[in-house]
């Protein structure tokens, strides 16, 4: 299958810096990527669709001027949190989209952010 | 309103016995894909089967199996001769419409736990 390579897998910050996450599609082009929150022992909760060449496409709750993303090239998308607090402690998790067979979807291995 | 629907946040079962793991949507676009995906505790997403609301027959994937009752807006997962290794939390997505993005949305989700 496809893989999807998300770094880094852990990241502390202090508060009040920020934090940059990559994904990378490393064996396909991904015209597009998405970003997932997720808390802990709760569901993926969509952040925003990133698009290559394009603005990315935030969902309604969302903050862009927080969640900076950035689809540069057709394999690499960048979330950066902007001045992160203890409250975007989470999970964050990138999907790049491409067809093999019946799957659509290829996940990273998701990054998890503690702002202290 | 929630389109994805997991009702049960964990579930037990016994080693080399078979769960169900429920799940029901509602979609009012007649082209739809349905996705059960497994997260173990690394946070990984694992792609395990896919159900096509178009397809006339159940998603068979080794030990996964997809009861999917179209009228009743049910794609319950099913797992046969469960092993320590399935315990995870495991998530039923749904894509809308004929769309290849590669978007999702997650159920909450439900946490199995394989007794020896």
């Not at chain 2, 315990?87 to 419409?97: D, L, P, Q, V, W």
Request: net charge positive; aromatic share 12%.
């Amino acid at each position: 299958g496809a893989v999807v390579s998300q770094h880094p897998s852990r990241v502390i910050c202090k508060s009040g810096t920020s934090v940059k996450i990559e994904c990378r599609s490393l064996d396909f082009q991904a015209t597009t990527m998405f970003w997932y929150r997720q808390f802990p022992k709760q569901s993926l909760m969509l952040m925003a669709t990133s698009n290559e060449g394009s603005k990315a496409t935030y969902e309604q709750g969302v903050e862009k001027d927080k969640f900076l993303i950035n689809h540069a090239s057709l394999t690499l998308s960048t979330l950066t949190v902007t001045s992160a607090h203890p409250e975007d402690s989470s999970f964050y998790i990138c999907s790049a989209y491409r067809r093999v067979g019946v799957a659509e979807a290829f996940f990273g291995q998701g990054t998890r952010l503690t702002v202290v | 309103a929630q389109k994805i629907t997991q009702t049960q946040p964990g579930m037990f079962v016994q080693e080399k016995e078979a769960v169900t793991l429920d799940c029901t949507y509602d979609t009012s676009d007649p082209s739809y894909g349905l996705f059960w995906y497994k997260q173990p505790s690394s946070g990984e997403m694992i792609f395990l089967i896919y159900q096509g609301s178009y397809d006339q027959q159940n998603a068979t994937e080794g030990r996964y199996s997809l009861n999917f009752q179209k009228a009743r807006k049910s794609a319950n997962l099913v797992i046969s001769a469960s092993q320590l290794g399935d315990s995870a939390m495991y998530f039923c997505a749904m894509r809308e419409g004929s769309s290849n993005t590669g978007k999702l949305i997650f159920g909450q989700g439900t946490t199995l736990q394989v007794k020896p």
